[in-house]
């Protein structure tokens, strides 16, 4: 998929997958899904959309920013310590690779554009 033509990404339609098994939290139980859409590079800079359903999970980071498009929720950090995230539209958050994280959803689907290095 493409940029190159304006998209609403609000509305971009994402297929959601169950969260790998070591992201998932005891709480709630599990059900949590993940969507993905890279959008295009620009600068050596990739960006996309990513989506989570409401629940809850833990990952480990990327070097990215991220502009919060939809739906609300937090994100703790266990390495390093620091204080929790709200996540709401309008919300830019930056995350350092390596960082652990645990992801709780309330208002679903949270959607984000993200900016990150290429992998390429």
Known sequence: MSATEPIDTRTLPLEHEPIEDWQRLDEPAGTAT???????????????LWEMSTGAM?????????????????????DPARGPVELSPGSLVRLEDGMKTRWYIDDAPL?????????D
């Open 34 to 48: 993940t969507a993905f859409a890279e959008l295009g590079t620009i600068g050596g800079v990739d960006y996309g």
């Open 111 to 119: 959607r984000k554009l993200f900016i990150a290095p290429s992998e």
């Open 58 to 78: 833990r990952d480990i980071e990327g070097d990215e920013a991220f502009l919060v498009i939809s739906g609300t929720g937090r994100i703790e950090f266990d």
